[in-house]
């Protein structure tokens, strides 16, 4: 496995461009891919040597955004299908092989069931579509009580459901995106993730969470940085995820503005020692 910095994820306003230079000046070992900045390149050529540019500079990719909104109303499903040949494309030519998104654990109108078989036909469709450009999805289940309880039905939060929404499907190319936020908030242990493979694990975030909140009480956009409250048992879910011989991404995903008003060199400098503490196990 390896460090990847995810600007977006650590709420920094940083371009492409600077996140690699940055990443490859602060040891990370990946960055994320832009599938926007890959339009502006003009092209299939241009976007495989800028891939060939990151990866001179010792980087992998990290993980996409799935560019097909699995909830979506029908009309704005319908058009990301026409639109996604173009972006298949770019992220072909860049040579990502991660695209993921979260599954929204909870719907108004929509029961359980209803919004299973939803995501299961939407999401057979897409996989295969994506299973043919080499590239694999990855699904996050959102774990808190103060999120999921907020509407009429409560839809999957745990890792069990998603694990069996994945199964039903029939994809070979989907797996878990994997949070230590999500996994803490919904009640699991490392045995919840004991049997996990590589293949199953499309890519790891790593958070702490607030010591002041009691688990049910915790809220999805107040997280904490990874070992700082010890809230919750990183040593436990990064044992997990390297028994399971995981080889993507790791990235921190706190949601702190605090973050965005720091230096930006001492921000990274801090978020690559907590994950090569993570990746590592030191």
């Given at each position: 496995?390896?460090?990847?910095?995810?600007a977006?994820?650590?709420g920094?306003?940083?371009?492409?461009?600077?996140s690699?230079?940055?990443?490859a000046?602060?040891?990370?070992?990946?960055?994320?891919?832009?599938?926007?900045?890959?339009?502006?390149?003009?092209?299939?050529?241009?976007?495989a040597?800028?891939?060939a540019?990151v990866?001179?500079?010792?980087?992998?990719?990290?993980?996409?955004?799935?560019?097909?909104?699995l909830?979506?109303?029908?009309?704005?499903?319908?058009?990301a299908l026409v639109?996604?040949?173009?972006?298949?494309?770019?992220?072909?030519?860049a040579?990502?092989?991660?695209?993921?998104?979260?599954?929204?654990?909870?719907?108004?109108?929509?029961d359980?069931?209803?919004?299973?078989?939803?995501?299961?036909?939407?999401?057979?469709?897409?996989?295969?579509?994506l299973?043919?450009?080499?590239?694999?999805i990855g699904?996050?289940?959102?774990?808190p009580?103060?999120?999921?309880?907020?509407?009429?039905?409560?839809?999957i939060?745990s890792?069990?459901?998603?694990?069996?929404?994945?199964?039903d499907?029939?994809?070979?190319?989907?797996g878990?995106?994997?949070?230590?936020?999500?996994?803490?908030?919904?009640?699991?242990s490392a045995?919840?993730?004991?049997?996990?493979?590589?293949?199953?694990?499309?890519?790891?975030?790593?958070?702490?969470?607030r010591?002041?909140?009691?688990?049910?009480?915790?809220?999805?956009?107040?997280?904490r940085?990874?070992?700082?409250?010890?809230?919750?048992?990183?040593?436990g879910?990064m044992?997990?995820?390297h028994?399971?011989?995981?080889?993507?991404?790791?990235k921190?995903e706190?949601?702190?503005?605090?973050?965005?008003?720091?230096?930006?060199?001492?921000?990274?400098?801090?978020?690559s020692?907590?994950?090569?503490?993570?990746?590592t196990g030191?």
């Open positions: 496995m390896f460090s990847n910095l995810s977006g994820a650590l920094l306003p940083l371009d492409h461009t600077t690699i230079d940055l990443a000046r602060h040891g990370f070992g990946g960055v994320d891919p832009d599938l926007g900045h890959f339009r502006t390149l003009g092209g299939t050529a241009a976007v040597e800028h891939a540019a990866q001179e500079k010792g980087l992998e990719w990290g993980m996409a955004g799935l560019p097909v909104p909830d979506a109303p029908a009309a704005e499903f319908r058009q639109d996604l040949p173009e972006s298949l494309e770019l992220l072909r030519a040579g990502v092989t991660r695209v993921g998104t979260w599954m929204r654990p909870m719907h108004d109108d929509l359980y069931l209803r919004n299973w078989r939803l995501h299961v036909s939407r999401l057979a469709l897409v996989a295969e579509l299973a043919d450009a080499g590239l694999r699904l996050e289940y959102i774990g009580k103060t999120f999921w309880s907020t509407e009429r039905y409560p839809f939060h890792l069990r459901e998603a694990r069996e929404l994945i199964a499907s029939g994809a070979t190319n989907v878990i995106i994997l949070d230590s936020y999500h996994w803490y908030t919904a009640g699991e045995d919840d993730l004991a049997g996990l493979t590589d293949a199953d694990i499309v890519s790891v975030d790593i958070n702490d969470a010591a002041d909140r009691e688990r049910d009480e915790q809220q999805d956009l107040d997280r940085l990874p070992y700082d409250t010890g809230v919750i048992d990183l040593a879910f044992g997990a995820v028994a399971a011989g995981y080889t993507g991404p790791v921190v706190p949601f702190m503005k605090s973050l965005a008003e720091q230096p930006v060199d001492d921000v990274l400098a801090d978020i020692s907590r994950l090569d503490r993570a990746v030191k």
